[in-house]
Protein backbone atom coordinates (compact mmCIF):
# COMPACT_ATOMS: atom_id res chain seq x y z
CA UNK A 1 0.00 0.00 0.00
CA UNK A 2 1.46 2.99 -0.75
CA UNK A 3 2.22 5.72 1.56
CA UNK A 4 3.33 9.72 1.78
CA UNK A 5 5.23 11.19 4.84
CA UNK A 6 5.65 14.42 5.15
CA UNK A 7 8.46 15.66 7.19
CA UNK A 8 10.47 19.10 7.57
CA UNK A 9 8.00 21.24 9.41
CA UNK A 10 8.45 23.66 12.72
CA UNK A 11 8.43 26.64 13.92
CA UNK A 12 10.32 29.74 11.70
CA UNK A 13 10.54 32.72 11.63
CA UNK A 14 9.36 35.40 9.54
CA UNK A 15 12.15 36.42 7.13
CA UNK A 16 13.01 32.83 7.26
CA UNK A 17 12.79 29.45 5.28
CA UNK A 18 11.66 25.43 5.15
CA UNK A 19 12.15 22.96 3.39
CA UNK A 20 9.82 19.78 3.49
CA UNK A 21 10.27 16.66 2.76
CA UNK A 22 7.69 13.88 1.38
CA UNK A 23 8.37 10.14 0.98
CA UNK A 24 7.06 8.17 -1.06
CA UNK A 25 6.71 4.03 -0.87
CA UNK A 26 6.37 2.16 -4.45
CA UNK A 27 6.85 4.01 -7.60
CA UNK A 28 3.78 6.70 -6.84
CA UNK A 29 6.64 9.83 -7.66
CA UNK A 30 7.73 7.97 -10.77
CA UNK A 31 4.37 7.59 -12.46
CA UNK A 32 2.22 10.85 -11.57
CA UNK A 33 2.01 13.99 -11.37
CA UNK A 34 2.66 14.96 -7.28
CA UNK A 35 1.66 18.24 -5.65
CA UNK A 36 2.38 19.76 -2.28
CA UNK A 37 -1.00 21.48 -0.84
CA UNK A 38 -1.74 23.29 2.73
CA UNK A 39 -4.30 23.94 4.59
CA UNK A 40 -4.61 27.37 6.54
CA UNK A 41 -6.05 27.53 9.90
CA UNK A 42 -10.02 28.09 9.05
CA UNK A 43 -9.10 27.69 5.62
CA UNK A 44 -9.99 24.51 2.55
CA UNK A 45 -6.69 22.56 1.56
CA UNK A 46 -5.24 23.76 -1.43
CA UNK A 47 -2.11 22.60 -4.24
CA UNK A 48 0.20 24.72 -4.40
CA UNK A 49 2.92 23.21 -6.28
CA UNK A 50 2.79 20.62 -8.42
CA UNK A 51 6.02 18.04 -10.37
CA UNK A 52 5.29 15.64 -13.01
CA UNK A 53 6.47 12.34 -12.93
CA UNK A 54 9.48 13.35 -15.06
CA UNK A 55 10.61 16.03 -12.63
CA UNK A 56 9.77 18.68 -14.37
CA UNK A 57 7.85 21.47 -12.54
CA UNK A 58 4.26 21.77 -13.90
CA UNK A 59 3.42 24.64 -11.05
CA UNK A 60 5.35 26.01 -8.09
CA UNK A 61 4.24 29.78 -7.64
CA UNK A 62 6.48 31.21 -4.86
CA UNK A 63 7.70 27.51 -4.14
CA UNK A 64 10.58 25.71 -5.46
CA UNK A 65 9.40 21.75 -6.23
CA UNK A 66 11.45 19.08 -6.93
CA UNK A 67 12.36 15.77 -6.54
CA UNK A 68 15.50 12.96 -5.63
CA UNK A 69 16.97 10.88 -8.35
CA UNK A 70 15.83 7.95 -7.03
CA UNK A 71 12.14 9.33 -7.46
CA UNK A 72 11.38 8.39 -3.73
CA UNK A 73 11.14 11.38 -2.00
CA UNK A 74 9.95 15.46 -3.02
CA UNK A 75 10.90 18.59 -1.51
CA UNK A 76 9.57 22.12 -1.37
CA UNK A 77 11.20 24.93 -0.37
CA UNK A 78 10.60 28.34 0.24
CA UNK A 79 12.35 31.78 1.28
CA UNK A 80 11.27 34.64 2.89
CA UNK A 81 8.31 32.84 4.91
CA UNK A 82 5.68 34.89 6.45
CA UNK A 83 2.70 34.82 8.58
CA UNK A 84 0.39 33.20 6.26
CA UNK A 85 2.60 30.45 5.32
CA UNK A 86 1.61 29.09 8.53
CA UNK A 87 -0.20 25.95 7.85
CA UNK A 88 -0.33 22.27 7.55
CA UNK A 89 1.52 20.75 4.65
CA UNK A 90 0.82 17.77 3.10
CA UNK A 91 2.20 15.82 -0.43
CA UNK A 92 -0.31 13.49 -2.83
CA UNK A 93 -0.84 13.32 -6.42
CA UNK A 94 -2.71 15.87 -8.50
CA UNK A 95 -5.83 15.38 -8.44
CA UNK A 96 -5.12 14.24 -5.11
CA UNK A 97 -6.86 10.94 -3.50
CA UNK A 98 -8.09 10.73 -0.49
CA UNK A 99 -6.23 7.20 0.29
CA UNK A 100 -3.09 8.67 0.09
CA UNK A 101 -3.72 11.62 2.50
CA UNK A 102 -0.83 11.40 5.76
CA UNK A 103 -0.70 13.06 8.45
CA UNK A 104 0.78 16.89 7.26
CA UNK A 105 3.92 18.70 8.91
CA UNK A 106 2.80 21.95 10.55
CA UNK A 107 4.60 24.82 9.57
CA UNK A 108 4.34 28.06 11.92
CA UNK A 109 5.97 31.45 11.04
CA UNK A 110 6.05 33.47 13.51
CA UNK A 111 8.50 35.13 15.72
Known amino acids: QVQLVESGGGLVQPGGSLRLSCAAS????????MGWYRQAPGEQRELIAS???DATTNYAGRFTHSKDNTRTKMYLQKNSLEPEDTAVYYCNAVPPRSVYWGQGTQVTVSS
Open 26 to 33: GRLLSRNI
Open 51 to 53: IRA
